[in-house]
């Protein structure tokens, strides 16, 4: 299975690096492709909302030219795509939410009945880390992903939430264990 990683933590070695460290490791030994996009360092503008893209059904047709089209054109030839994100202010990093965004021109006539996608059946998970417990704090995130599934036309593949985070060398084996367990989940 080919697998990529919208990794949307700024910090290289924080929270949510470490949870994906356990769930490449586990991917990688399983024979899984795996690659980890490192948002900060590409060129997302917003969408532009212009919906020139909608006008080309059958390719991903944005008219601006930075690092989000080929990092779209990778999210099109993976199997599994792995959303990744600190969690901030309720809500998913600035460089998660420039892709997502950006992944309106992955798909056309949504509601329609030829609603088409350039990533129908693929599989999506979403890993979040926060200071934060899961309730009244993280849901905000897992509902808008749990939506996303719908434009895209893609299957919910596992969601895995990691609170009350304070710095990574502080995560037991307990998280370990939920990033293995995950990391399988993902898989199937
Ligand atoms: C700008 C900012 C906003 C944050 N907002 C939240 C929040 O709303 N809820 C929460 O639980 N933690 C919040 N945090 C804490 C981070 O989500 C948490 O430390 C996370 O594990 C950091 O992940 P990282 O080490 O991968 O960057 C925030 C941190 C920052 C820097």
């Not at 690096?17 to 980890?36: D, I, M, T, Y």
């Not at 991903?60 to 969690?87: H, N, S, Y």
């Not at 996303?148 to 969601?159: I, R």
Request: net charge neutral; proline share 4%; with cysteine.
């Amino acid at each position: 299975m080919k697998i990529i990683v919208l990794q949307g933590s700024p910090r290289k070695k924080g929270n949510t690096a470490k949870v994906l460290g356990w769930v490449e490791e586990e991917v990688k030994s399983l024979g899984h492709e795996f690659e980890n996009i490192y948002l900060t360092a590409k060129k997302i503008n917003g969408c532009l909302a212009c919906a020139k893209c909608k006008d080309i059904p059958d390719s991903i047709g944005c008219v601006q030219k930075d690092d989000a089209i080929e990092i779209l054109g990778k999210m099109v030839r993976a199997d599994l795509v792995i959303f990744a994100t600190p969690l901030y202010f309720w809500g998913v990093s600035a460089q998660l939410k420039a892709i997502i965004d950006r992944t309106y021109s992955l798909y056309t006539r949504y509601h329609e009945p030829d609603h088409a996608s350039l990533v129908e059946g693929q599989r999506q998970a979403l890993i979040a880390t926060g200071g934060g417990p899961y309730e009244n704090n993280a849901e905000p995130v897992f509902t808008a992903f749990g939506r996303l599934q719908n434009p895209h036309k893609a299957v919910n593949a596992g969601e895995l939430y990691i609170g009350k985070c304070t710095t990574p060398d502080n995560m037991d084996d307990s998280i370990k264990d939920q990033a293995v367990a995950f990391a399988i989940k993902i898989i199937q």
